[in-house]
């Protein structure tokens, strides 16, 4: 029994829940009730951050919004940077499930498929406090690094959608393209949510026609393709 937060080894989430988001913490938890405690500190440090700026953000803040004790935050994050990383990861996570949650309705075509996914995107920034601010980590100055573009999982898990589900083929131009398509795609989105809560419409708008028109490009003919699947 940890004697600060009055939790035991037993505390944390089966194998299949918290572990399958990919969210960084200090202690990693495996029963349930560990996944809801550190599911309701980056709850709180999302609210700080929506309503103080992610240059306020304490882990003093995060305890007191959570209405936890600041051992309780320190058992899971040493620092508020580690509360930032992980608010991060799991803003990446929950933009993927989105997308993935897309891949399970039937579509025209595939490019309609990927305006859904455009808008399940924008959905997540309205709905997900702190995302604006904090995204999924690119917006936030650790000093340099070497880790991976925070679009990376998304441009695999597209990939993976558009090949098995509309069998397009795919070489290392039109997945420069794709890559490419959703880095302006998320660069679009980003700068509609920078001064407007709901997002700028003409920049959503913006996101989807690049979309359209640089993977067009990619591939000779999306209908033919779309109706061979």
Do not use: K
Not at 144 to 172: C, H, K, M
């Amino acid at each position: 029994m940890d004697v600060e937060t009055g939790e035991s080894a037993a505390d944390a989430p089966a194998a299949g829940t918290w572990a399958s988001a990919s969210v960084p913490v200090r202690n990693e938890p495996v029963q349930a009730r560990a996944a809801q405690r550190i599911e309701a500190l980056l709850d709180a440090a999302a609210a700080v951050v929506e309503s103080h700026g992610i240059e306020h953000l304490t882990t003093a803040l995060v305890a007191e919004r959570a209405g936890a004790s600041i051992g309780t935050v320190y058992r899971y994050f040493p620092d508020r940077v580690a509360v930032l990383i992980a608010l991060a990861a799991r803003n990446q996570e929950r933009v993927r499930l989105a997308i993935e949650r897309t891949t399970l309705v039937e579509h025209e075509t595939w490019l309609h498929a990927m305006d859904a996914m455009i808008d399940a995107m924008v959905e997540v920034c309205r709905t997900e406090p702190s995302f604006r601010t904090v995204r999924a980590g690119e917006s936030l100055d650790l000093g340099p690094s070497t880790a991976e573009p925070t679009t990376r999982g998304i441009n695999e898990d597209v990939e993976r959608y558009l090949s098995q589900r509309w069998g397009l083929p795919f070489d290392d131009d039109r997945r420069a393209h794709l890559e490419l398509s959703i880095g302006a795609v998320d660069a679009f989105i980003s700068y509609a949510f920078l001064r407007d809560r709901d997002g700028d419409e003409r920049y959503i708008a913006l996101a989807h026609e690049c979309a359209r028109n640089h993977l067009f490009e990619a591939w000779d003919d999306p209908t033919a393709a779309a109706a061979a699947a």
